[in-house]
């Protein structure tokens, strides 16, 4: 009898895992994704919209056509929770069967983490599409009437190259619009030192992206915690206010709403344990992959940094539970990723995106050109055509046990 594999979520987990499955079972079983929307959102890309460096028709695709040739089904609901032990997946229409579950949905955005924090009133944000949208029109509001300019990390923001990119983008823009000069920049993090990044990263980075914010009168602050934000103020915990017409904050991120209240499936910040074959502790036929993951910090810091969850450490955890899956059922080898791989895979695109953002730019006269065709090409953003095509192919990965 074939087997019912239920993916929630199509962002990197879970579309890596249905395809990867998808290969590897041939049709022997069922596989089911559901997610209120079949499109792929090539999140990285968002940093970038308010900008106007991309639209939304650059950087999502439907995998409707895609799951439908692979034979995989598709349901498009919304998932209001999980009974672990019925099996069952709770949604509107009617509860979804499973003999095994994947969660990859991803996370959200915690603003509660941070009082005051209200997203296009005290703070812009490009969490989703819909607030990068509003940042975008709110950014050239600003270059019409700039003001104090402050751009961050929170505490426990596990996204820290965001605000990296968002600031070098908003620098090349002030240069621009001939504001540089005229603009007081802030950037505020609670990172223990710059490009930390959450994971640790190379002291040459570090050294290089000082020597940036130095050269552009950029006012930068380490291990710092936000009190409050404010419309036009952001209180820090020692107390000190910073005047600002214009707000980036990266908050926490969170599990999902169903992650979160579903009792025993996940920790009080609704993140999934999981073990070196990415299984629930208590319930081996339930898997969880990508930012669902709860990963602890490799090391302490001063203020509490969450670790970064990038394109590839997801779809590597993607393809161990393809693998662990169809081990399971048709036999065949297993993939265990320990948590010190998982560091490994995120601070390797955190060196990549530290060498192009300013370990490469600190080695030239760049004064800040290099940022027009900067990242937006060379780190996350490859061509959708190129994502889709690339997400088909099962490396050979060494080390399968």
């Keep these: 009898m074939k087997k019912q594999i239920v993916i929630v979520g199509t962002s990197f987990a879970g579309y890596s895992t249905a395809l990867s499955l998808a290969k590897l079972l041939h049709d022997r079983h069922e596989i089911t994704v559901i997610d209120r929307s079949s499109d792929f959102m090539f999140l990285p890309s968002l940093v970038w919209h308010p900008f106007g460096y991309r639209h939304p028709e650059d950087i999502s695709f439907d995998t409707l056509p895609i799951f439908d040739k692979q034979g995989i089904k598709f349901i498009e609901t919304t998932v209001y929770g999980f009974d672990l032990n019925e099996q069952l997946v709770i949604t509107p229409e009617k509860d979804i069967p499973f003999d095994y579950l994947v969660i990859a949905t991803g996370t959200k955005a915690n603003y509660d983490s941070v009082k005051g924090y209200v997203p296009g ?3 812009w944000s490009i969490c989703s599409m819909a607030e990068a949208e509003r940042t975008r029109k709110a950014w050239k509001d600003f270059l019409r009437n700039p003001g104090p300019l402050v751009i961050g990390a929170s505490q426990w923001a596990g996204y820290f190259f965001a605000a990296y990119e968002f600031m070098m983008n908003a620098l ?6 001939h504001l540089l000069s005229k603009v007081p920049v802030h950037f505020i993090t609670a990172e223990p030192y710059l490009t930390h990044f959450g994971i640790g990263s190379a002291p040459e980075d570090s050294k290089a992206c000082e020597a940036i914010f130095d050269r552009y009168n950029i006012q930068w602050k380490t291990s710092t915690e936000i009190r409050e934000l404010k419309e036009r103020e952001v209180i820090l915990e020692n107390g000190e206010r910073i005047v ?12 999902v709403d169903a992650v979160r209240t ?4 996940a920790n009080p910040f609704g993140l999934i344990h999981v073990n070196e074959k990415c299984q629930h502790r208590d319930y081996p036929n339930i898997y969880a992959a990508g930012s669902a993951v709860y990963i602890p910090q490799k090391e302490e810091t001063l203020v509490p940094c969450g670790v970064p969850r990038t394109r590839y450490s997801s779809e590597i955890m993607a393809k161990a539970v393809a693998y662990n899956i169809a081990s399971d059922l048709i036999g065949g080898g297993t993939i265990s990723i320990p948590v010190e791989r ?7 695109d955190m060196d990549h995106l530290g060498a192009i953002l300013f370990r490469h730019a600190h080695e030239i006269e ?12 060379k780190w996350a953003n490859m061509s959708i055509e190129t994502y889709i095509e ?3 192919e099962l490396e050979n990965l060494n080390f399968i046990n």
């Design 262 to 265: 579903t009792r025993n499936l």
């Design 390 to 392: 690339n997400s088909f």
């Design 366 to 377: 760049h004064d800040l050109d290099f940022i027009a065709k900067g990242s937006q090409e």
């Design 121 to 123: 009133t005290t703070s």
């Design 244 to 255: 600002s017409d214009f707000n980036m904050i990266i908050p926490q991120f969170i599990g």
């Design 172 to 177: 090349y823009q002030l240069k621009s619009h």
């Design 342 to 348: 998982v560091y490994e895979y995120c601070k390797q």
